[in-house]
T-cell receptor, first 112, second 112 residues
């Protein structure tokens, strides 16, 4: 079993839809949770960075962490074609040697 | 502000050869990370350098090595190349031990 599981998609939604992207994990020691966006032939770009449980909002993006269920989510409101990319979740430990463990990514396509 | 820069963008090598990949971090960032992104496998942690020292290493054979220079730039060396080393190699940097990495666009290594 992988430490971090993420549905690879592809996920196709119409412009303006609310998108929900999710990851589950098995290591309850993870405390740092990130979401990265990766466009084709580019490096990942940090979107959201949260510590422990709860919600964090930044513009159209909301990150949610539920440590009791070992489940994290990224919500994108009013999705745009420019949001079409692969979304990667990543997690880290305190004292984890600064290593991030990534999901394999969900490919999102927002259609006009 | 310049981001994380990697060179070369593409590299084609023959099996058994050595490859050297280079990375310049964001100014002021002392930590440099290397990740391998192979098709279907997601990002795999390779190495973490901070203040010129190797601080953590992922589950890769010793033929993957690197170093960090006094100006915090870094290089990754891959010896005795194998076909399965073909991947996108991503460098990231962060200020100190912050998990909020910034990634470069990567070096696409192809081993033939």
């Amino acid at each position: 079993q992988k430490e971090v599981e993420q549905d690879p998609g592809p996920l196709s939604v119409p412009e303006g839809a609310i998108v929900s992207l999710n990851c589950t994990y098995s290591n309850s020691a993870f405390q740092y949770f990130m979401w990265y966006r990766q466009y084709s032939r580019k490096g990942p770009e940090l979107l959201m960075y949260t510590y422990s449980s709860g919600n964090k909002e930044d513009g159209r993006f909301t990150a949610q962490v539920d440590k009791s269920s070992k489940y994290i989510s990224l919500f994108i409101r009013d999705s745009q074609p420019s949001d079409s990319a692969t979304y990667l979740c990543a997690m880290g430990l305190t004292g984890g040697g600064n290593k991030l463990t990534f999901g394999t990514g969900t490919q999102l396509k927002v259609e006009l | 502000e310049a981001g994380v820069t990697q060179s070369p963008t593409h590299l084609i090598k023959t099996r058994g050869q050595q490859a050297t990949l280079r990375c310049s971090p964001i100014s002021g960032h002392t930590s440099v990370y290397w990740y391998q992104q192979a098709l279907g496998l997601g990002l795999q942690f390779l190495l973490w350098y901070d203040e010129g020292e190797e601080r953590n290493r992922g589950n890769f054979p010793p033929r993957f090595s690197g170093r960090q220079f006094p100006n915090y730039s870094s290089e990754l060396n891959v010896n005795a190349l194998e076909l399965e080393d073909s991947a996108l190699y991503l460098c990231a940097s962060s200020p100190g031990t912050d998990y909020g990495y910034t990634f470069g666009s990567g070096t696409r290594l192809t081993v033939v």
